[in-house]
């Protein structure tokens, strides 16, 4: 009998094994009966459905929400961080546009391989996007004082958009100057665009009693109408001296008066200085403007590229050789290109373009164009230049067509 038990219990915790298929006809429904009354007879065993353990899905699923709600709270709160990031290449010759007067004085040739411009952003940032800025090595995230120093945004923003005027009338003057045209150029009003301001700022500093966007009209009694009448009067100053100086607040009509306490020069220590750098507010005369349409985009650092791109619009030829050729830096009268701020993110802007060389001042920092060369890589080139001539010569070397004085005939 025990026997019998255990063998009809263990069929039962088998039961999934059982075979379902029709029972044989040579058994007999006599011997069917009895063992289906053994089977009432032995305890059933029930067997429950396996549950899985999901203890850990609730400590999980609240850290997703928790991260998912940070991200999205930082990513809606502005910060005061601002960012250095990766711009955009352009092609500076998509925003050229001639008048009638223009046609009149010069031909115009639509280039084949147009010179690039490049840009950088420097919008607000979230406090997430501050975040992920400082994780990547190609964007420099600012706080308000290194963004802006002493000036407000809007302040700023007019002195870059001015900047940037006066930086295409440069190019144009340089480059028609270069094509044999008559231009002239000359110093507009002293408008203050930044400080030089000690380590411990004494408290009739410029910076402490000046405002970016100021015009400076009058130095000691003298009236100063331009940058560069104020030159010759410096010399007669020694560092710790006090003036009185007539500004004209930006965005006003009245003149105020303020005393400032000159300093000396943090590049050489026999110079004195009031403490301010001056904005481009030089007045170009050119034979006929070329609209250079730039939108919202502010600061001099494209004055190469729209000097080279005009030198190719109004020439015959190929200037860049068919060699795609972006460029960056400031432009003077006298050819000069001068420095400029974000290299390594242009150069980031510039390699993405597709372009093969690219021009930037050599006065840059070794430790900005070394950074610029790494971020290049092998296939962009990065030609440091001095001037425009060493541009043009580059150029010719790879090709280009030549640049004369005498390339269009008055």
């Known amino acids: 009998m025990i026997a019998v038990d255990l063998t009809v219990t263990s069929k039962t915790v088998s039961d999934m094994n059982i075979d379902t298929t029709t029972t044989s006809s040579s058994v007999s429904p006599e011997m069917d009966q009895q063992q289906q009354d053994a089977h009432h007879d032995v305890p059933q065993i029930v ?31 502005r910060v005061d961080y601002w960012e250095v990031a990766p711009g955009s290449a352009e092609q500076v010759s998509s925003r050229f546009s001639f008048d009638k007067d223009a046609l009149q004085l010069a031909d115009q040739y639509k280039p084949t391989t147009p010179v690039l411009f490049v840009t950088a952003y420097g919008s607000k940032l979230s406090a997430f996007d501050a975040l992920l800025g400082t994780l990547d090595p190609d964007v420099d995230v600012l706080n308000r004082l290194q963004k802006f120093g002493t000036a407000t945004p809007d302040q700023q923003r007019a002195v870059g958009f001015k900047s940037m005027i006066t930086a295409k009338q440069i190019a144009e003057y340089v480059a028609l100057r270069r094509l044999g045209y008559e231009a002239s150029i000359s110093y507009g009003e002293l408008i203050i665009d930044r400080f030089v301001c000690e380590a411990k700022p004494r408290p009739l500093s410029a910076c402490l009693q000046l405002a970016v966007g100021d015009a400076i009209t009058s130095f000691d009694g003298i009236e100063i109408p331009t940058l560069a009448d104020l030159l010759p009067l410096m010399k007669n100053y020694k560092p ?8 004209t607040p930006q965005k006003s009509l009245e003149s105020i008066t303020k005393e400032v306490e000159l300093i000396a020069s943090p590049d050489d220590p026999n110079r004195t200085i009031i403490g301010v750098w001056p904005a481009d507010t030089r007045i170009v005369r050119l034979p006929f403007e070329v609209d250079i349409d730039t939108d919202l985009i502010g600061g001099p650092s494209a004055g190469l590229a729209f000097t080279l791109a005009l030198l190719d619009e109004l020439t015959p030829g190929n200037l ?40 930037v001042p050599s006065s840059q920092s070794a430790e900005e164009i070394d950074a610029a060369r790494r971020v290049a890589g092998s296939k962009l080139r990065i030609a440091p230049v001095a001037n425009l001539g060493e541009a043009l010569a580059i150029l010719k070397e790879m090709g280009g067509s030549d640049i004369s004085n005498d390339a269009i005939e008055l």
């Open 47 to 77: 067997i429950a459905p396996r549950q899985r353990n999901m203890w850990w899905a609730i400590p999980i699923f609240t850290v997703v929400w928790l991260i998912t709600g940070a991200i999205i709270i930082s990513s809606l709160v």
């Open 240 to 247: 710790g001296d006090v003036v009185k100086l007539k500004i």
């Open 320 to 359: 860049t050789g068919g060699v795609k050729v972006a460029a960056t830096g400031t432009i003077d009268g006298d050819e000069t290109v001068g420095a400029i701020g974000a290299l390594r993110q242009k150069t980031v802007a510039v390699k993405a373009s597709g372009a093969k060389v690219f021009f």
